[in-house]
């Protein structure tokens, strides 16, 4: 098996102007997404939308390598096309590995959806919590792993920065195991940029989510071509 297999759906319309790659959480397979109709929701809406499944090995994401693999097998080949528009949607875990991604390479991501988004362990987490939320957390003496402290040290940078890109939208639902880190997450982020839903860590949740992000025209701006081939 490769480090990472990848499905492609290209753009209804023949001419994508916006790259979205899909990464899945533990447990869920690439197909999951146009089975549970994420793929075809967005292209209803955005024709003008290729998205790629990218699906790494789990291992990836716990030894911090998902970045470079990731970015050899899809980005590169994105750039080298002329897509000047990359989005990444990551769930649960794929989150993760978006943020690991666009702390790297942040100059390539325009946008990142989190859709219930593995932000650290339960220790990271109550770390997060006992210091007010992620604004003030500091990675100073903290016990999380070098990646969590990567992507939490990237997020706070970027949340300073208000308005910078890449843009930045969360969608988690109420009863998620996960939430208290979304909750906080969402606390620093502007109301139009978060959805919420009842339900828990499953696909109805995060299809609702989806739905509710994409009524955001998250991909409203005009811009040069990013061909599928």
Not at 46 to 53: F, I, K, M, N, Y
Not at 67 to 77: M, N
Not at 127 to 149: H, M
Not at 210 to 220: D, E, G, M, P
């Amino acid at each position: 098996m490769s480090a990472i297999n990848c499905l492609r759906y290209p753009a209804p319309n023949g001419a994508a102007e916006v790259l979205l790659i899909m990464l899945p959480g533990a447990g869920i397979e690439a197909s999951e997404f146009a089975e549970q109709g994420m793929v075809a929701a967005v292209q209803a809406l955005e024709p003008a939308v290729a998205v790629t499944v990218a699906h790494p090995d789990i291992g990836l994401y716990l030894e911090d390598g998902v970045t470079e693999v990731l970015h050899r097998a899809v980005v590169e080949p994105a750039l080298a096309r002329g897509c000047t528009r990359i989005w990444l949607l990551g769930i649960s875990l794929g989150g993760m590995g978006a943020l690991l991604y666009a702390s790297a390479h942040q100059a390539h991501v325009e946008g990142i959806v989190l859709l219930a988004p593995f932000l650290g362990t339960k220790g990271t987490v109550a770390e997060l919590a006992r210091a007010g939320g992620l604004a003030s957390w500091s990675a100073t003496g903290s016990a999380a792993t070098i990646p969590e402290q990567r992507l939490l040290g990237w997020l706070q940078a970027q949340l300073a920065a208000r308005g910078s890109a890449p843009a930045l939208y969360l969608g988690y639902a109420t009863q998620d195991r996960f939430a208290p880190a979304h909750k906080m997450l969402a606390a620093s982020l502007p109301p139009s940029r978060v959805a919420v839903a009842s339900g828990g860590h499953d696909w109805p949740s995060w299809s609702a989510l989806w739905r509710q992000l994409l009524s955001k025209s998250l991909f409203a701006r005009h811009a040069g071509r990013c061909d599928e081939r």
